[in-house]
């Protein structure tokens, strides 16, 4: 018997398992690839864009109204804090809004009061002055130098320049400017008039515009988005009420300044002051260079006298009293300042500029409120 016969055979082994062949992957179509009706998918595409499109078209024609509205409100909001404190003293909501409009409207007629006689009787003053400013150029050593120096040349531009202000279409394109002017003040009063009328609306309505405003949030997030609006609007309020306040000390710094170096139009740059100085950042800066260049013009010692002061009342402001007055109202680090005005400015002008900073220091209350507590319950 051979060795192999007499090896016993292993019938119970475990059977080899079988080989199992992995086919490879069926290639995922495209997106465009799984379209099944191209052309209603190229439809609806098209009827979405053209829908954007429009969207944007309407917006843009709708500018005017919606700077009209966000003036408003934000004038709303700046005027709470003080429809609130008339409420805490026993007023009702209605004659505390009906108050506060009335005090408005009267500083407004105030400020007019003292603007519009200035303005015209300043340009009123000008245009009789024309005449004599012309006859005391030309007699003047100016005059005699320039003809010395340039002859004919400057003959001939001094004919031209009358020719130009003789020339009676010139004072049709004068008067068509005027006429655009005119057009334009008219609607700038009118504008003026609807944000007024929307603000009192605003200010009336706003505990009901932020009730149902809240309504959109969840019944059970509504008591915290309700802290929220009213730590934003507070802020906002807060704010506008700083700025306002701000710029009216710069306006009684600049009449008093005025008055005492006798430099002309007092009242009127002390209203041009308050309008400036209510620009975030560079409103102080701007007026402490308007400011000067109109003293330049009367009395070179009494200029730089105004713009001295005025550079260190800008100190004693940004170091004392902006602390004072804004750090109640909002708290956002300087760089965000800086940042969120230019970001405004660049994007929505003027008005950009003023919201920049509630709006920063509305973003970090949502933030810091809302966003970071979800990223802390994360685990």
């Not at 100016?142 to 003789?166: I, P």
């Not at 400036?276 to 800066?285: A, D, E, F």
């Amino acid at each position: 018997m051979s060795a192999d016969e007499s090896a016993p055979v292993q019938d119970d082994a475990p059977p080899t398992p079988p080989r199992t062949v992995l086919e490879p992957p069926t290639p995922s179509r495209s997106f465009w690839t799984r379209i099944d009706k191209p052309f209603v998918f190229g439809f609806l595409v098209t009827i979405g864009g053209l829908a954007a499109i429009l969207l944007a078209i309407t917006l843009t024609s709708l500018s005017t109204v919606l700077i009209y509205i966000a003036f408003a409100l934000f004038a709303a909001l700046g005027l709470d804090p003080a429809v609130r404190f008339l409420e805490r003293r026993g007023l009702s909501r209605g004659l505390s809004v009906l108050a506060v409009i009335l005090g408005l409207i009267v500083v407004l007629g105030l400020v007019l009061l003292m603007i519009v006689p200035v303005v015209v009787e300043q340009i009123t003053s000008f245009v009789k002055s024309v005449p004599g400013l012309i006859t005391d150029f030309m007699n003047s050593s100016v005059y005699v130098f320039l003809e010395q120096q340039f002859g004919g040349q400057f003959e001939q531009l001094v004919a031209d320049a009358q020719t130009f202000l003789t020339d009676g279409k010139t004072w049709q394109v004068i008067g068509g400017g005027a006429l655009q002017v005119g057009s334009s003040i008219a609607a700038g009063v009118s504008g003026f008039i609807v944000v007024l009328v929307l603000t009192l609306y605003f200010v009336a309505g706003l505990p009901a515009i932020k009730t149902a405003m809240l309504r959109f949030a969840p019944a059970r997030d509504r008591g915290r988005a309700r802290e929220i609006v009213d730590q934003i609007t507070d802020s906002v309020g807060g704010y506008v009420q700083g700025m306002v306040i701000l710029a009216f000390a710069n306006a009684v710094i600049t009449l008093i300044l005025y008055l005492v170096l006798g430099l002309p139009f007092p009242p009127l740059m002390a209203t041009v002051a308050f309008l400036v100085t209510l620009i975030p950042l560079v409103g102080s800066v701007l007026f402490w260079v308007i400011g000067s260049v109109i003293a330049l013009f009367t009395d070179p010692l009494h200029a730089l006298l105004f713009a001295v002061i005025y550079l260190v009342y800008m100190q004693v402001e940004a170091y004392v009293l902006t602390p004072r007055v804004m750090n109640r109202a909002v708290s956002v680090p300087g760089a965000l300042v800086v940042i969120g005005a230019l970001a405004g400015g660049t994007l929505l002008g003027l008005l950009g500029a003023l919201v920049a900073v509630p709006v920063t220091a509305s973003i970090l209350i949502i933030i810091n409120q809302v966003w970071l507590p979800r990223q802390d319950a994360r685990v």
